[in-house]
């Protein structure tokens, strides 16, 4: 009986170191998410610059298709945000969390423009 007991504290143990280590990569997820925008961090220089985008029908077309079904429902409403147009871009290049990141296979540099010239109308991107 006393091999059984030990066995079952040992197997809780395991489970429990277990745990542990799933809850050690937590914390590096939130260290990489130290160095995003949202969280203060500076914001890469390949993100920097001023809006190009002018055509705003356009960035809100494809607002609509590849934002609008988790802005707002599953994501926060961006609208009245005010972030810069270098912390968008990034989150929209290398999304966070449940947030799929935008490669340019999928948004093209301008399309990006667009978007962010959209943006800007609803107040979620002040510059
Ligand atoms: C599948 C759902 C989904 C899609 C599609 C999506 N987002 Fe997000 N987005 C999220 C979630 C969830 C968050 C919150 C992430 C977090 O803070 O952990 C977020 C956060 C953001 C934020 C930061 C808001 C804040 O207050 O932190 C911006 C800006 C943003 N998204 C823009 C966009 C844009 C622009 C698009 C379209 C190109 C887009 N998102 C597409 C889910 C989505």
Redesign the pocket.
């Known amino acids: 009986m006393k091999t059984i007991s030990t066995m079952l504290a040992l197997t809780g143990l395991t489970l429990a170191l277990t745990m542990t280590a799933c809850g050690g990569g937590g914390g590096d997820a939130e260290e990489a998410g130290g160095d995003h925008a949202?969280s203060g961090g500076e914001v890469p220089a390949e993100y920097q610059g001023a809006i190009t985008g002018t055509d705003v029908a356009a960035g809100a077309e494809?607002?609509d298709q590849?934002?609008a079904?988790?802005?707002p429902?599953?994501?926060?409403d961006?609208e009245g945000?005010g972030?810069t147009a270098a912390?968008?871009r990034q989150?929209?290049r290398e999304g966070?969390?449940?947030?799929?990141a935008?490669g340019p296979d999928r948004?093209s540099d301008e399309e990006l423009e667009n978007?962010l010239a959209h943006?800007q109308t609803i107040g979620?991107v002040t510059e």
Do not use: F, K, R, V
């Open positions: 949202s494809i607002y590849m934002c079904s988790c802005h429902g599953g994501g926060p961006l945000l972030w912390a968008t989150q929209i966070e969390d449940s947030m799929p935008n948004i978007i943006m979620a």
